[in-house]
């Protein structure tokens, strides 16, 4: 996993904006909020919103901890992107981008084309 990779996987998914935040985070949105965040700077670590049910299995994993200043609404941070087989992080991102927009009222997803 890499950063490029990660970009093309995010930007995949329909209406999703990117910016630069905190001027070396790389923010990926849907409707204005944020379903995931990269640091552009090496090594590769990312953050993005998992389950209830997941955050305690994936902080066990080695290379995994909760987001700092996001854990509390259940994010968590990659410091390292291998603790994860690619397959589980796209699942994983995914599963952020869909939570994100399934709380996302009928006037932004109207904004951003999804209705």
Not at 8 to 20: G, K, Q, R, Y
Not at 36 to 42: D, G, I, K, L, R
Not at 48 to 77: C, F, H, N, Q, S
Request: glycine share 4%; proline share 8%.
């Amino acid at each position: 996993m890499n950063l490029e990779i990660l970009r093309t996987l995010c930007l995949s998914f329909p209406a999703v904006t990117e910016d630069i935040k905190w001027e070396h985070d790389l923010c990926f949105s849907i409707g204005g909020k944020m379903f995931c965040v990269a640091s552009m700077e090496p090594p590769l670590t990312f953050s993005m919103k998992v389950t209830d049910e997941e955050i305690e299995e994936l902080i066990a994993v080695p290379g995994i901890i909760p987001a700092p200043y996001l854990a509390r609404y259940k994010w968590v941070l990659l410091e390292n992107p291998q603790a994860l087989p690619l397959d589980r992080i796209e699942k994983l991102v995914n599963q952020s981008y869909q939570m994100i927009l399934g709380k996302l009222p009928k006037k932004e997803l109207k904004a951003a084309g999804l209705l």
